[in-house]
């Protein structure tokens, strides 16, 4: 009886001992495990679905005259205005813009060293990339005064958030995400379409909870669901930029995706075009 007993106080203090030591190295381990490895989002091609995009035509809400001279690469809607990254080495800036005049009333001026590329806004900072320098800049909303620089690896293309994280495409078939506070990467997804992978992923802006951007070489937008990398939707634009050709202007490529929340409008241009446009998109017949 005193035996059974003792081997029962035994084996509870032995389930104890185990149970205590567990508890001290499960939250251990999964410290480590957070430390030392990015969380990547990884999709093997075999379980990509080949969904088929839906295919979106626009019609013109309005049209607004857009600086002639600006090599746009980044666009975003916030309080009333547009603010737009614009490239080139020697004539990239940062700029504040009157939506209903396209008059530019605040500007700053990279160094010539630098191509601005995609901007993103969080919170009171605006976050620009740049193309091939590995630099990114944070300034104030307000003021455009420069509070810090960073670092990325590869070149920096399109640049969204979606609340928590920065979405930075860069021409490959990868879109990578990056903590905004630190600027580490925290995971990639490759975007796919019709089950192949999908490059040259350009200006992005989020709608709700999905990604648009529009893709280089085209005049066409990708919504892209940003959890999965598939492209669910593809709107045409070939007969906007076609408007913008026609007046014999030297434009480049459609670029420039902003979205006014607030009143769900859709913003486009494109580099060195005379007009910006708000459109809305409807599923083709
Ligand atoms: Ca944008």
Redesign the pocket.
Known sequence: MANTSDSKVFLQKRIYDIVQFLFFLIPLLLLQSGCSQIEYTTTSASAIPAVEPVWYDFSIVNTYPHDPEAFTQ???FRDGYLYESTGQRGYSTLRKVELESGRVFQLHKLDSNYFGE???DMDDRFIQLTLSAGTGFVYDIESFSLIETFSYEGDGW???NDGDRLIISDGTTELRFLDPETFQETGRLTVWENGEPLRNLN???MVDDRLFANVLHTNHIVIVNPLTGVVEGRVDLDKLADIVRNKGDAVNVMN???YDRENDRLFVTGKLWPKLFEIRIIPRE
């Open positions: 980044g666009l975003l995609g901007l993103t399109g640049l969204a200006e992005m802006v420039g995706l902003a």
